[in-house]
């Protein structure tokens, strides 16, 4: 298949690529993009997520599971189209989201893997539908992400799905706790996962004994929260939050005695490989997620194995999001019948066509069966999960 001088150049960037990571490992610009150039064509997929800053354990996640089923895709189809994997860094914030997303244009993507986070997401979505971009997101689960936006697909449960299955799952199983909520007030993902949760579970007959919340991540004193609760006689708390104060909380409650069950979603993934917590604080929470690494599956365990090889650590929801949306995302494109030299917009047509033709099925680490709505949302069966021995356990 003849190419034109762009595509010259991409082919170029990704064979370089391919020395570099042979050598040290790659991703997080194009220079360290990661994939092959040999073989029917190549298709250029970029992300933009947080590689520093406090979501950084996010960002990572994503760019090494992504990076991972790029190299299984090529390896396994030398002859076929390759994929090129180009990662940018948003630090978790919307302005340089879209600022990376642009880069990304200019360096010849063709499809979008991201971005991770809500916020930054829901800024770049703008972009990648005002150009015609398709994107598929690993794991920016608010609503605004996909709204109005028809190129814009969830991998992940959205923040309202997360909120209705935390509030069904403590409703059947627990029936009996007095339960109250710490959730972030200035945050989208939590409060829509919250807004969600509180009406399903008092739809249910329940009424919560007490609800705190907080306006900042950064937070680390949550006394007053946590005495509220503890006041209001509350024994289960459900926290739709990231794991940073969720590790606060947890600290700040041991420390005064108390000892409530807690039930988080999936941003309490990564809990246990966070510096300088005391992971013993965190034993028998409950956890939503789609994926847990201990899983007796053997595909799963496939993942586990190759990411623990190639990363040194145990991966995350988060990594295995991604590697579902590059297989999911390679998958739809053989469907399209276009080749790799099509516009990014042609691309992003054709995506949307067999996204949402209602034939389309993917199956992956997070789920056997996906399938999306024209809305963008994926419908796939969650999972619970607790922590024991330092382990997440499937319920």
């Not at 895709?73 to 390759?82: H, K, L, M, S």
């Not at 950064?218 to 708390?237: E, R, Y």
């Not at 807690?262 to 997620?289: C, K, N, P, R, W």
């Amino acid at each position: 298949m003849m190419k034109n001088k762009k595509w010259t150049k991409i082919l170029a960037v990704a064979l370089s690529c391919m020395m570099i990571f042979a050598m040290a490992g790659c991703g997080g610009s194009k220079q360290e993009a990661s994939g092959s150039s040999e073989g029917a064509g190549t298709l250029y997929l970029g992300g933009t997520g947080p590689l520093t800053g406090g979501a950084a354990l996010y960002g990572l996640a994503v760019k090494n599971g992504a990076e991972l089923a790029v190299k299984e895709i090529n390896e396994a189809n030398p002859d076929g189209v390759q994929l090129v994997w180009d990662m940018q860094d948003d630090e978790h914030d919307a302005e340089k989201a879209v600022n990376a997303y642009n880069k990304l244009v200019d360096n010849g993507m063709q499809v979008l893997i991201g971005s991770v986070t809500t916020a930054p997401c829901t800024a770049v979505a703008a972009e990648a539908f005002a150009n015609r971009t398709f994107a598929l997101t690993p794991s920016a689960s608010g609503p605004a992400v996909t709204e109005g936006n028809d190129n814009v697909f969830q991998l992940c449960f959205s923040d309202p799905n997360q909120g209705v299955a935390s509030a069904e799952y403590i409703v059947n199983n627990y029936p009996d706790a007095t339960v109250g909520v710490i959730y972030n007030n200035a945050d989208n993902y939590s409060s829509g996962i919250y807004d969600k949760f509180k009406s399903e579970y008092e739809a249910s007959g329940k009424k919560l004994a007490a609800v705190e919340a907080f306006s900042d991540d950064a937070n680390a004193d949550f006394t007053a929260q946590l005495n509220s609760l503890k006041g209001a006689g509350v024994d289960l708390i459900f926290l739709p939050i990231y794991y940073t104060p969720a590790s606060n909380i947890m600290t700040q409650a041991s420390k005064m005695g108390y000892k409530p069950t807690y039930f988080g979603v999936d941003g309490m993934d990564g809990i246990l490989d966070l510096e300088g917590f005391d992971t013993s604080l965190a034993e028998g929470v409950l956890l939503l997620t789609p994926f847990t690494p201990y899983s007796d599956d053997e595909k799963v365990q496939n993942f586990v194995k190759a990411y623990e090889e190639a990363y040194g650590e145990t991966p995350i929801q988060f990594a295995a999001d991604a590697y579902d949306c590059v297989y999911a995302v390679y998958d739809a494109f053989g469907k399209t019948g276009l080749g790799t030299d099509a516009s990014m917009a042609d691309i992003c047509e054709a995506m949307i066509g067999v996204f949402t033709g209602g034939d389309f099925t993917a199956t992956g680490l997070t789920a056997e069966e996906m399938k999306w709505e024209a809305s963008g949302e994926v419908n796939k069966t969650p999972k619970v999960c607790v922590i024991e021995d330092g382990k997440y356990v499937e319920k």
